[in-house]
Nanobody, 124 residues
């Protein structure tokens, strides 16, 4: 059974940083592309960042470029999202997702598995 478990969210002041983690189990992690998405209250889920199965390719939403960094450790079956210079508009539930694919995947509908999410709240 595939499980994706996010952690690392919390309440932080604007300008602060967080590192989100997503631990995967039940799959051969190195064969899966991974992505991070977020959903703010009253809004649709949106793409944040994605990484290929090898980690060689990454893709970011324009709104987070230069502030967010996605990375992965295939030995630990974990994908990370380093979030710097947080803004109140970054407040959302952050989800990780997995897609059996070699390259980056930005469309949410293409992902096969999702985690339960971790809340990030940024105060001004």
């Amino acid at each position: 059974q595939v499980q994706l478990v996010e952690s690392g969210g919390g309440l932080v002041q604007a300008g602060g940083s967080l590192r989100l983690s997503c631990a995967a189990s039940g799959l051969t992690f190195s064969s899966w592309a991974m992505g991070w998405f977020r959903q703010a209250p009253g809004k649709e889920r949106e793409f944040v960042a994605a990484i290929s199965r090898s980690g060689s390719w990454t893709e970011y939403a324009d709104s987070v470029k230069g502030r967010f960094t996605i990375s992965r450790d295939n030995a630990k079956n974990t994908v990370y999202l380093q979030i710097n210079s947080l803004k109140p508009e970054d407040t959302a539930v952050y989800y990780c997702a997995a897609k059996r694919e070699y390259t980056v995947v930005v469309e949410a509908t293409k992902y096969d598995y999702w985690g339960q999410g971790t809340q990030v709240t940024v105060s001004s």
